[in-house]
Structure formats: C-alpha cells, structure tokens
C-alpha cells in the first residue's frame, strides 16, 4: 500500500461507534451504533444511531440495502424497520432506473456516419454503433 495514502487510512478517535447487531433471522438486521470515547466509554454527547440492512432480489442477484432508521431506541429502531426498509428500496430501484436510462443513453456514434455533422458526404459509407 502506498505510504503517501496512510493519512487517509488513520481512524477519527473523536468519531468512534460500538457496534451491537440485532436480527429476527427472518426479514434484515439493524446495527447500534452507539459513539464511545477513545477510551471505549459510551460517548452521550453524541447519538446513538440505527442502521438496517436488508436485500432485495434482482435480475442480476441480491442486492443489499442500507439505511439509517430515525428511532432513538432499539424498539423504535425495530417498529420503524419496515416503513423505511420499503423507502430506501423505492429509493434503489429508482437509482438502478436511472442507472439503465443512462446506460441506454450512452450510445455512440461512430464517425464517418452519413449526414452527420462531421461525417463524410452521403452515400460515401458509415459507422457502426459503439457502446463506450
């Protein structure tokens, strides 16, 4: 590894988490993350966070969704998992949408195609149709 890289690789001591993992072993999971001092002391100036993962099944395989759940307890974490598992999966296949709209789109021209602005005169041949 490069050494010119090693202070992007140097942990945060003031932005530290424990990490705690609940799941039903059914529908997802959701990671606490509760912030720590450098000393490993749970930090209360800071919030604790809730994090849910989830997958989704796809054409091209299991897709994994993240999110952070608005909830200031695990069991408001736990209540709150489903509304906001259904949000960020809206919310990824929109991204994945807009991910094939853009990868129809990008299309390319090949130059020498006839009556394009660049192209050479009519009837003097053409191109092929290139994916980047």
């Known amino acids: 590894m490069p050494q ?3 202070a992007d690789m140097d942990m945060d001591i003031a932005n530290l988490y424990r990490e705690d993992t609940y799941t039903d072993r059914k529908l997802g ?3 606490c993350m509760t912030p720590v001092t450098g000393e490993g002391i749970q ?3 800071r919030p604790v966070l809730y994090l849910g993962q989830a997958e989704i099944m796809t054409s091209m395989g299991p897709v994994p969704i993240n999110f952070e759940i608005p909830a ?3 069991a408001e974490a736990v209540a709150g998992f489903a509304a906001t598992a259904q949000q960020a999966v809206e919310r990824t296949m929109q991204q994945i949408q807009e991910m094939r709209r853009q990868q129809a789109s990008q299309l ?3 130059p020498g195609m006839p009556g394009l602005k660049d192209g050479p ?3 003097r ?3 092929k149709i290139q994916m980047p």
Request: glycine share 20%.
């Open 125 to 127: 041949g053409g191109g």
């Open 29 to 31: 999971v959701i990671r």
């Open 108 to 110: 390319v021209v090949a």
């Open 4 to 6: 010119n890289n090693q």
């Open 43 to 45: 930090d209360t100036s």
């Open 72 to 74: 200031v307890t695990l």
């Open 121 to 123: 005169m009519p009837g």
